[in-house]
C-alpha cells in the first residue's frame, strides 16, 4: 500500500519568514495530494491540492510543487503569520477507492 | 456551502454505555468516511460508505458500528468501548469514492472519552 514520510517533524520560524514542509511518497499510481491544516482541537482543513497532471500550484501566500519522477511534494508558505501555527498534513491518494493515506504531519510555530 | 457537522463535539461513555456519533452534509457527496485520530497523530481511515453501501471497513473491532441512513447522514454506534478507544473521530465527506480522486472535508470532530 501507500507510504508517505513526512518532513520535518516541527518547524519553527520568525513571522515573516517562508517555511518549507517535504512529503515523498511511495506508489506510483498516486494522483492526487492534498494539504491539510488541523489547528487545535479541530478537524482538518484543506488548505491546498495538487494533482499528477500540474507541477505547482499557487494560492495567495500558498504554493504546493510536486515531483512525479522524484515521487515527492512539497508546501510552500511564504510570509507566515502566527495564525499559520498549526499542523499540517500531506496526503496521498491511496489504492482502490480514493481514501486518503496521510503523513505524520508537521507541527508549525510562527513566533511574532 | 462546504460545511461537514458532527455531533456531538464532546462525549464522555462508560465502557458499558451505547451512544451514537453522528455526521451530516449537504453537499451531495456520495461518499463518506470515518476515521478516528489519536493525539499527536495522524488520521486513521476506519470506513469508507460509496453511495450509502459500506466499501471499506479497516479490519476495525464490532464494538464500532457504522451506518448511512441517506446519502447526507452518518452514524458511528459505540457499544462497549474500552480506554484505549478515547480519540478524536472525524467524519469526511467527497463528491466520490473513486480512484480519480476528490477534495475531502473534515468535521470538526467528536472528542471521545472512555471511562
Known amino acids: 500500500g501507500e507510504n508517505v514520510e513526512q518532513h520535518p517533524s516541527t518547524l519553527s520560524v520568525q513571522e515573516g519568514d517562508s517555511a518549507v514542509i517535504k512529503c515523498t511518497y511511495s506508489?506510483?499510481?498516486?494522483?492526487?495530494f492534498p494539504w491539510y491544516k488541523q489547528e487545535l482541537g479541530k478537524g482538518p482543513q484543506l488548505i491546498i491540492d495538487?494533482?499528477?497532471?500540474?507541477g505547482e500550484k499557487k494560492d495567495q501566500r500558498i504554493a504546493v510543487t510536486l515531483n512525479k519522477t522524484a515521487k515527492h511534494f512539497s508546501l510552500h508558505i511564504t510570509e507566515t503569520q502566527p495564525e499559520d501555527s498549526a499542523v499540517y498534513f500531506c496526503?496521498?491518494?491511496?489504492?482502490?477507492?480514493?481514501?486518503?493515506?496521510f503523513g505524520k504531519g508537521t507541527m508549525l510555530l510562527v513566533s511574532p | 456551502d462546504t460545511e461537514v457537522t458532527q455531533t456531538p463535539k464532546h462525549l464522555v461513555m462508560g465502557m458499558t454505555n451505547k451512544k451514537s456519533l453522528k455526521c451530516e452534509q449537504h453537499m451531495g457527496h456520495r461518499a463518506m468516511y470515518w476515521y478516528k485520530q489519536k493525539a499527536k497523530k495522524p488520521p486513521e481511515l476506519m470506513f469508507v460508505?460509496?453511495?450509502?453501501?459500506?466499501?471499506i471497513n479497516e479490519s476495525v473491532p464490532s464494538r464500532f458500528s457504522p451506518e448511512c441512513p441517506n446519502s447526507s447522514l452518518l452514524n458511528l454506534h459505540l457499544h462497549a468501548l474500552q480506554p484505549e478507544d478515547s480519540a478524536l473521530y472525524l467524519c469526511?465527506?467527497?463528491?466520490?469514492?473513486?480512484?480519480?480522486?476528490?477534495?475531502?472535508?473534515f468535521g470538526q470532530g467528536t472528542r471521545l472519552t472512555v471511562v
Open positions: 495538487i494533482r499528477s497532471n500540474v
Open positions: 469526511a465527506s467527497s463528491q466520490t469514492a473513486t480512484v480519480t480522486g476528490g477534495e475531502a472535508f
Open positions: 496526503a496521498a491518494e491511496g489504492e482502490g477507492y480514493s481514501t486518503l493515506t
Open positions: 460508505y460509496s453511495y450509502e453501501k459500506l466499501s
Open positions: 506508489d506510483s499510481a498516486s494522483n492526487y
